[in-house]
């Protein structure tokens, strides 16, 4: 007598039938073993991921310094402040920006280009799954370089980076970094190949981070080019982590921390719907 179960029937043994999903909710072990690879990635070579950027941030800070002195007055939202405190929180953010999106820009598309891709596709893991992984680890990277260029400027003479309002220097530079990192995997997403990405470094991200008022105050600039600044939501970075070392902006804080949340919201639903869809990624 055959111990077959009747066709059609699944075997107790079996808990779903073919292609139907065990993983029901979040795959927390999958997205935490992603999170891992790519904070691990970056983390073999610290010395270029962390170290370097702290440094190159840091001597931004001693050339500026020197040339116009440290001490020197910036008029910001109507109070006077010394440039190197002004500046330093500007320098701290905009090395988080820089290397949240070339953390993010560099795992899909080094996939493609070597042919290991399916690495980040096979697992059982959900596209929200996926991009919440490639985004963490770019975040972690962000932090961590943020850290380290506030720790270098602390102990640099005449330059003060004392938080006064946490609360702003978290969800600027938080969510600041969750915008770089999701520009950088909408970057690998399209990219062919890392000329694509060094292109949208070159002539996108690193000029709108030079022109968002990290070396000077936009209230000095002539308004066709104060308006440009008000366009540009790395200011409103900027502008908002600023404050909370300073407690004096440039622009409304309120309105560039909820112009700052819409952003990563429409760059998170974009990536999302790329990444569900296979875009570039697939075929």
């Known amino acids: 007598m055959s111990s077959q179960p009747p066709i059609g029937q699944i075997p107790s043994a079996i808990r779903s039938a073919p292609g139907v999903p065990i993983i029901r909710h979040v795959n927390w072990g999958g997205l935490r073993t992603l999170y891992v690879k790519e904070v691990r990635r970056f983390f073999k070579v610290q010395l270029q991921t962390i170290w370097a950027p702290a440094i190159t941030t840091l001597l931004f800070l001693v050339i500026f310094t020197v040339a116009t002195g440290a001490k020197r007055p910036v008029l910001v939202g109507g109070e006077t402040v010394a440039f190197a405190d002004f500046v330093a929180p500007g320098l701290i953010v905009m090395g988080m920006l820089n290397n ?3 953390n993010a820009s560099f795992s899909l598309l080094v996939g493609k280009i070597q042919g290991t891709i399916v690495d980040y596709l096979q697992p059982p ?5 996926l991009l919440a992984g490639l985004v963490g680890g770019a975040v972690t990277r962000a932090v961590l370089v943020g850290l380290a260029v506030t720790l270098a400027m602390a102990l640099w003479p005449g330059v003060h980076v004392t938080p006064r309002h946490i609360g702003a220097i978290l969800w600027f530079g938080l969510l600041g970094a969750v915008f770089l990192a999701l520009a950088g995997v ?3 997403i399209w990219a062919e190949k890392f000329d694509h990405a060094a292109a949208v470094t070159n002539f996108v991200i690193t000029p709108l981070t030079l022109l968002s008022g990290t ?3 936009v209230d000095n600039l002539a308004p066709a080019f104060r308006a440009f600044s008000h366009v540009n939501p790395f200011f409103y970075v900027i502008s908002g982590f600023r404050y909370g070392f300073l407690t004096t902006a440039d622009s409304p804080v309120l309105l560039g921390a909820v112009v700052i949340l819409g952003i990563d919201v429409v760059l998170a639903l974009t990536c999302y719907t790329l990444l ?8």
């Not at 569900?276 to 075929?283: A, D, E, F, S």
């Open 276 to 283: 569900k869809r296979g875009w570039k990624l697939k075929n």
């Open 215 to 217: 070396f000077y105050s």
């Open 100 to 102: 949240a999106f070339a």
């Open 125 to 129: 893991l959900s596209t929200g799954e």
């Open 186 to 188: 909408l970057t690998s």
